[in-house]
């Protein structure tokens, strides 16, 4: 176990619709990362926050947002999803950006646009 | 930019023999992380090492081992003695370091192993 729990595991939208997913950070880190990852595919970078804000971002459109609470938990929001959309959605976390640490991943949310 | 190639796609052998994953990166860094996971069907990534450009040396831990070399941008995973709960896919990935810099990883597209009785 990594320490880094995401909600919902599974979730099943509506193309147009507006999807929030949830991380837990492992306890101690300050850094969060989300992931998308494509059906065979290795995931790809969204961004990142440290210390609650955004310090990093992937080739991602805006309707792609996210936030870091206090406790370093996070959320990942996705606006107007696509059918594309669909994939796993992986949460890492780690302590302090850019020093090269350990980046721990939880077990991924699973979503489907239909 | 950065780019991991896993030119496996997909690799079969029967349990307990030698295999061999193959990861090739580029990178214009001189310091930089590089990394393997492991992908059960559940999902999530499983770390398995972490080595930092400045370390060459091979490591082994237990079955696993992985080979580092720096000139020819290779950091390749060998698992001795396979086994079926080995069956996953397995990612190798590249990081940036720098103070400020976000902790991305850049990830190869993944090899398949099956490993059969």
């Known amino acids: 176990e990594t320490g880094v729990t995401q909600s919902p595991t599974h979730l099943i939208k509506t193309r147009g619709q507006q999807v929030t997913l949830r991380c837990s950070s492992q306890?101690?880190?300050?850094?969060v990362s989300w992931y998308q990852q494509a059906l065979g595919q290795g995931p790809q970078f969204i961004f990142q926050?440290?210390?609650?804000?955004?310090?990093g971002r992937g080739n991602f459109p805006p309707r792609f947002s996210g936030l870091q609470f206090p406790n370093y938990s996070s959320e990942l929001n996705v606006n107007a999803l696509e059918l594309d959309d669909s994939a796993l959605y992986l949460c890492?976390?780690?302590?302090?950006?850019?020093?090269?640490?350990?980046?721990?991943f939880g077990e991924g949310s699973w979503l489907t646009v239909v | 930019a950065q780019k991991v190639t896993q030119a496996q796609t997909e690799i079969s052998v029967v349990e307990k023999e030698d295999v061999t994953l193959d990861c090739v990166y580029e990178?214009?860094?001189?310091?930089?992380?590089l990394f393997w996971y492991k992908q059960p069907p559940s999902g999530e990534l499983v770390f398995l090492i972490r080595?930092?450009?400045?370390?060459?040396q091979n490591e082994i831990s237990g079955r696993y081992s992985w080979n580092f070399q720096k000139s020819t941008s290779s950091f390749n995973f060998t698992i001795t003695a396979s086994q079926v709960v080995d069956s996953a896919v397995y990612f190798c990935?590249?990081?940036?370091f720098g103070a400020g810099t976000a902790s991305k990883l850049t990830f190869g597209t993944g090899t398949r192993l099956q490993v059969t009785l």
């Open positions: 890492a976390s780690s302590q302090q950006a850019g020093t090269g640490n350990t980046i721990y």
């Open positions: 306890s101690g880190h300050n850094t």
């Open positions: 926050y440290y210390r609650e804000e955004e310090n």
């Open positions: 990178t214009r860094d001189t310091t930089y992380y």
């Open positions: 080595r930092n450009s400045f370390d060459e």
């Open positions: 990935a590249l990081s940036e």
